[in-house]
């Protein structure tokens, strides 16, 4: 699929204002300087992090599941194929 020749055009316009946007923003979020304020980032940052990990743990065994059924399936492929030759 080929993309419009302007959408690299579009894209670095929408950067460019992004950057000057952001640019005019205050210096400080209001939200942020409260929680580091009262001790409790490290209770979002802890929560943060257990979700990542969660997410990583659960997508390592995914994927050694479904290598364990590829492996299956290969191998019932290939007695298949076996009987059939014979």
């Given at each position: 699929?080929?993309?419009?020749?302007?959408?690299?055009?579009?894209?670095?316009?929408?950067?460019?204002?992004?950057?000057?946007?952001?640019?005019?923003?205050p210096n400080g979020i209001e939200m942020a300087d409260r929680l580091r304020a009262d001790g409790k980032i490290w209770v979002v940052v802890a929560?943060?992090?257990?979700?990542?990990?969660?997410?990583?743990?659960?997508?390592?065994?995914?994927?050694?599941?479904?290598?364990?059924?590829?492996?299956?399936?290969?191998?019932?492929?290939?007695?298949?194929?076996?009987?059939?030759?014979?």
């Open positions: 699929m080929r993309l419009p020749s302007r959408l690299p055009y579009l894209l670095a316009t929408l950067l460019l204002l992004s950057q000057n946007l952001m640019a005019q923003q929560v943060i992090a257990v979700v990542f990990a969660g997410i990583i743990i659960y997508l390592i065994r995914l994927d050694r599941q479904i290598g364990k059924l590829e492996k299956d399936v290969k191998e019932q492929t290939r007695k298949e194929q076996g009987v059939k030759l014979s």
